[in-house]
């Protein structure tokens, strides 16, 4: 549960999670292929990387930071 601040300075509470940045690096199964890094905002890193994968060559991806800056 996350504070939002609204325009006029007031604050409430959310049942929506906060979202954050996550930097990730993505390290693609086939070795002839370069890992990457890429940033993504998100409510939960686990279903968005879960999404990412689909139609997509398997690889292993791990968190470098979250609540980076953009």
Known sequence: ??????????YYKSDEPS??????????????????????ETHDIDWTMEQYQRNRDPFHWKMLDWNVRV
Do not use: H, S
Not at 1 to 10: E, F, H, R
Not at 22 to 40: H, S
């Open 19 to 40: 979202k954050a940045w996550y930097k990730i690096q993505v390290t693609p199964l086939d070795e002839e292929k370069e890992p990457f890094v890429f940033k993504v």
């Open 1 to 10: 549960m996350g504070t939002v601040k609204t325009k006029n300075g007031y």
